[in-house]
């Protein structure tokens, strides 16, 4: 369970909007990795040594990934160009990012993406 998480988290870390078609193809994938986490998260991490298994409190709970990680994951490998810059720069000072869904963060890249 721990390696099958932790592939998980390196997938969404390796993942760039170039290696896709689009920012649809993009935001699916990282949606399907965290869905994916997610479904994982909340079980009990088994104990990893005899000594944490003596502890009954050796015993953890894999949190589920908050929205506002899954927005990290969508706007960390955005490229840095010029098309895409003032965008993110925009997108980490507005007010309303506080506040976002993942799914308004995609809609935002995709009007992006569009005008591009």
């Given at each position: 369970?721990?390696?099958?998480?932790?592939?998980?988290?390196?997938?969404?870390?390796s993942?760039?909007l170039?290696?896709?078609?689009?920012?649809?193809?993009?935001?699916?994938?990282?949606?399907?990795?965290?869905?994916?986490?997610?479904?994982?998260?909340?079980?009990?991490?088994?104990?990893?040594?005899?000594?944490?298994?003596a502890?009954?409190?050796?015993?953890?709970?894999?949190?589920?990934?908050?929205?506002?990680?899954?927005?990290?994951?969508?706007?960390?490998?955005?490229?840095?160009?010029?098309?895409?810059?003032?965008?993110?720069?925009?997108?980490?000072?507005?007010?309303?990012?506080?506040?976002?869904?993942?799914?308004?963060?995609?809609?935002?890249l995709?009007?992006?993406?569009?005008?591009?």
């Amino acid at each position: 369970m721990k390696l099958h998480i932790f592939e998980i988290r390196e997938d969404l870390w390796s993942i760039k909007l170039q290696d896709c078609a689009d920012v649809d193809n993009y935001a699916s994938w990282i949606d399907r990795n965290v869905k994916d986490y997610n479904l994982c998260a909340g079980l009990t991490v088994p104990p990893t040594t005899d000594t944490d298994a003596a502890d009954t409190d050796s015993a953890r709970m894999i949190t589920k990934m908050s929205e506002k990680e899954h927005i990290v994951h969508l706007l960390h490998w955005i490229p840095r160009n010029n098309d895409w810059k003032l965008f993110l720069e925009l997108m980490k000072h507005k007010p309303a990012m506080m506040t976002a869904t993942p799914d308004e963060i995609v809609t935002n890249l995709i009007e992006k993406q569009r005008a591009i």
